[in-house]
């Protein structure tokens, strides 16, 4: 079965500070990939998603990026971060067909 | 395009009680449609799905579903709710037309009291 492994778990950085959060995936080849945010514990926005290396659209402008540098690794990053990029970010991966399966996620505190 | 409802922003239910929680549904194409369920400061854990075949359809931890194509629902049912049950509970759908992501309901919170 697959396994979403995300990290940290926890995350606390300064305004204007770089960001990177990586996900792997085990389990399966070839998947698609996703990044969601999740705000104030409800509802699930996309942000980004992955058919295959270095394939990556986008789904919401803003202050992050997301790269596929490996077939099994998704990488969110920022450059420099708003207050607003605090949120709780989970890593997604399923097949075409097949349910997606999560990371456990990261809750990213900017101060 | 495709969108996911759930109606009920918190649905509260005693222990022992049936519990339902909705889901409606518009896709383009045929549907694939999920449910998950999450703990706090959890990811979403797979509960079941419908791709195709019986209209009802059981899953992890006693939980099951109905697909009805006629009023496009999908909702999650539990013949006996336990307090472990609270959580948030998400309905998902992927239109077989564009097959890549999937899209969520704003999710509802079940909770079981004792």
């Known amino acids: 079965s697959q396994t979403i492994h995300q990290w940290p778990a926890t995350l606390v950085q300064p305004v204007g500070s770089p960001l990177s959060l990586e996900c792997t995936v085990e389990?399966?080849?070839?998947?698609?990939l996703y990044w969601y945010r999740q705000a104030a514990g409800r509802g699930l926005q996309l942000l980004f998603y992955s058919v295959g290396i270095g394939q990556i659209s986008s789904e919401v402008p803003q202050n992050l990026s997301a790269s596929r540098p490996q077939d099994r690794q998704f990488i969110l990053s920022s450059k420099k971060l708003l207050l607003s990029d605090s949120g709780f970010y989970l890593c997604?991966?399923?097949?075409?067909?097949?349910?997606?399966?999560f990371g456990q996620g990261t809750r990213l505190t900017v101060v | 395009a495709q969108s996911v409802a759930q109606p009920e922003d918190q649905v509260n239910v005693a222990e022992g009680n049936p519990l339902t929680v909705k889901c409606t549904y518009s896709v383009s194409g045929n549907p694939y449609l999920f449910w998950y369920v999450q703990y706090p400061n959890r990811g979403l854990q797979f509960l079941l799905k419908?791709?195709?075949?019986?209209?009802l359809v059981k899953g992890s931890y006693g939980f099951e579903a109905e697909f009805n194509k006629s009023q496009t629902s999908f909702h999650l049912k539990k013949p006996s709710a336990l307090v472990s049950d609270s959580a948030l509970y998400f309905c998902?759908?992927?239109?077989?037309?564009?097959?890549?992501?999937?899209?969520f309901g704003p999710g509802t919170r079940l909770s079981v009291l004792p």
């Open positions: 998902a759908v992927r239109d077989d037309n564009y097959g890549q992501n999937f899209v």
């Open positions: 997604a991966g399923g097949d075409r067909v097949t349910e997606a399966f």
């Open positions: 419908y791709i195709t075949g019986d209209n």
């Open positions: 389990g399966t080849s070839n998947p698609n």
